[in-house]
């Protein structure tokens, strides 16, 4: 099945830790796109990579960090800096300007 | 700024009436309109896609587009108890300098359909 996968589906972090979100797809996308989302929020613009081995900053890049060394891959590391980081987290990848979602990772801290 | 307004709502409605959805957008050389529903914990799935103006029906959904008024709306007949969840209404804008638009999402319209 084609699709969006990330992992994972809950995330732990301890005080000063670096977490790293995973996202994959099989869609042959070349778009993707990382969003934050807060309770009773729209989604934010974090990162995004049109093709491998670059990326633009979002609206909320700061205490975030990207790569796209693969196209199907585009993972998320949430840095010690993001001093707020509790959201759910959305990995998105756009074929044929249309946008999809994979089914997101819910990061919270201890 | 580019921005996407919606009424946060929430909009409750009674099983079987129809459901409208407004979203205003700033940019006025926008070309595509999206429509997502996010039920509660799940992420955004895509409802519709609308780039002419005019309407764009697609089983009980019909999107609905003015560009001259940069509005965007999205009407659900016979609303069922199953299409309660937050619409999310998107608009491709480009940033600045850039080639390549991006989407912008408004906050959302919370949707309660009662039986």
């Known amino acids: 099945d084609g699709g969006i996968t990330q992992s994972p589906k809950y995330l732990f972090r301890k005080e000063g830790q670096n977490v790293t979100l995973s996202c994959e797809q099989n869609l042959n996308h070349d778009a993707m796109y990382w969003y934050r989302q807060d309770p009773g929020q729209g989604l934010r613009l974090i990162y995004y990579?049109?093709?491998?081995?670059?990326?633009q900053k979002g609206d909320i890049a700061e205490g975030y960090s990207v790569s796209r060394e693969k196209k199907e891959s585009f993972p998320l590391t949430v840095t010690s800096a993001q001093k707020n980081p509790t959201a759910f987290y959305l990995c998105?990848?756009?074929?044929?300007?249309?946008?999809?979602f994979g089914p997101g990772t819910r990061l919270l801290v201890l | 700024q580019k921005e996407v307004e919606q009424n946060s709502g929430p909009l409750s409605v009674p099983e079987g009436a129809i459901a409208s959805l407004n979203c205003t957008y700033s940019?006025?050389?926008?070309?595509?309109f999206f429509w997502y529903r996010q039920y509660s914990g799940k992420s955004p799935e895509l409802i519709m896609f609308?780039?002419?103006?005019g309407d764009k029906e697609d089983g009980r959904f019909t999107a609905q587009l003015n560009k001259a008024s940069q509005y965007v709306s999205l009407l659900i007949r016979d609303s069922q108890p199953s299409d309660s969840a937050t619409y999310l209404c998107a608009v491709n804008m480009f940033d600045r300098g850039s080639t390549l638009g991006r989407l912008y999402f408004g906050r959302g319209t919370q949707l309660t359909v009662w039986p």
């Open positions: 990579s049109q093709i491998v081995n670059d990326f």
């Open positions: 940019d006025r050389g926008s070309q595509s």
């Open positions: 998105a990848s756009t074929g044929e300007e249309t946008q999809y």
């Open positions: 609308i780039y002419s103006n």
